[in-house]
């Protein structure tokens, strides 16, 4: 081999090798990323509803109606420690939820956080716990876990 093809070869295997030094996005980041937004938008939600004139009450009420529309038995729905928090400039509403499943038992209590229109449900028992902590990121942070 020649000086001129180990120059070329090297100069074509460089980025191959930078690219190993590069952090790239990563499904389970992406999904803590969007976590974290969909809260950000739940406490737009709910901030806007109250400075237009909504009252606290009605704004929970609202979020657990979000919170049970997802449900096999949305009727089911038993709520407990609902409340709305602060973070940052925003209004969410917190809590926890149990319902009925397909088998007609009451699964255990999860949180929910939630803002007007959507909420999004604790995920867990999957076998991949670091998408479970993925997805629930903004509920953590906003929810802080008790």
């Known amino acids: 081999m020649n000086h001129i093809n180990i120059r070329a070869a090297c100069i074509a295997l460089a980025p191959m090798l930078l690219a190993g030094c590069v952090a790239l996005p990563s499904p389970v980041n992406n999904l ?14 709910v901030s806007a509803y109250l400075a237009n004139g ?3 009450e009605g ?8 919170a049970s529309y997802s449900l096999k038995d949305p009727d089911s729905a038993k709520f407990r420690n609902v409340r709305i928090v602060g973070y940052f400039n925003w209004k969410l509403i917190c ?3 149990n319902a009925k499943n397909s088998y007609g038992a009451y699964v255990g209590y999860s949180r929910f956080v939630a803002g007007i229109s ?11 716990p670091e998408i479970d902590a993925a997805a ?4 953590d942070v906003v929810c802080r876990r008790r």
């Open 32 to 45: 803590r990323e969007a976590s974290l937004d969909t809260v950000e938008r739940y406490g737009a939600s």
């Open 59 to 66: 704004a929970i009420a609202k979020a657990q109606e979000a």
């Open 95 to 97: 809590g926890e939820i």
């Open 136 to 139: 629930n990121a903004g509920l």
């Open 118 to 128: 959507a909420a999004t449900i604790e995920s867990k028992g999957s076998r991949y």
């Open 54 to 56: 909504g009252t606290e």
